[in-house]
């Protein structure tokens, strides 16, 4: 995640300067920003969220970022027509929307048009304010120095389960099934990295109904591949 230039662009043109006004700004998250914890690690302020598909975006495993230690390949975004994604947007202040944009680093911040949105909190439109998504500028897909590894998806379906506790109709919507469905680049190199990995509910309390998801979506030939580490 690289240093994103003080003046990207967005999906509408607009330089991302844009956002530090005195209004609210909305953040998507798409990947381990879905569950609440990941969230007010960053931002205690961060933890109300709304589930939300968006339209345009792709997700896949090709975000990689350039640090000395050993780092694995995380979950980006980019604009693609046809395209979607789910995840959960949730407010900012300017302030707050700065720190991110430099925590992002290498991602472009990019304005989401309130179209693109549909609520699944029961709302009938997306809040009216900047409505943001860090996409990644360079994709750099899993190798065996950057593999995908379970604990960050862990995280990420985590909350994806955690919404559907929460949200009816996002339940209704299968909302986990249908971020790995829209999640691309699945497969080896892929290591599992969970803590005492024979009792995996000590790390990771939703487990089981983690690995009973991805066979359903994926199938249990890729399921079997998945290396320890």
């Given at each position: ?18 956002a530090a ?13 879905i569950e ?12 109300p ?18 640090v ?23 407010a900012?202040?300017?302030?707050e ?98 803590i ?9 309390p939703?487990?089981?109904?983690i690995?009973?998801l ?13 290396t320890?580490?």
């Open positions: 995640m690289a240093v994103a230039a003080s003046a990207a662009p967005t999906s509408r043109g607009q330089p991302h300067g844009a006004s005195t209004r609210l700004q909305y953040v998507l998250g798409y990947g381990t920003l609440r914890g990941s969230r007010i690690a960053t931002w205690p302020s961060a933890e969220a709304s589930p939300v598909v968006v339209k345009g975006i792709a997700r896949g495993w090709f975000d990689q970022t350039e000395p230690s050993r780092n694995p390949t995380y979950l980006g975004g980019a604009a693609k027509r046809g395209a979607d994604c789910n995840g959960v947007i949730f900012v202040t300017p302030a929307f700065a720190s991110f944009v430099e925590r992002e680093t290498g991602d472009a911040p990019m304005r989401i048009d309130r179209s693109q949105i549909r609520m699944l909190d029961g709302s009938p439109a997306a809040p009216s304010g900047g409505i943001w998504y860090f996409a990644d500028t360079q994709q750099r897909f899993p190798s065996d120095e950057h593999p995908i590894v379970q604990s960050d998806l862990d995280v990420c379906l985590d909350g994806c389960l955690e919404i559907e506790a929460m949200h009816p109709l996002a339940k209704q919507l299968n909302f986990t099934k249908r971020f790995i469905k829209t999640t691309t680049h699945w497969g080896p190199p892929w290591s599992s990295d969970r005492y990995p024979w009792r995996p509910f000590v790390s990771a939703r487990a089981f109904a690995d009973a991805i066979p359903q979506v994926l199938g249990q030939d890729l399921l079997d591949r998945i320890l580490k």
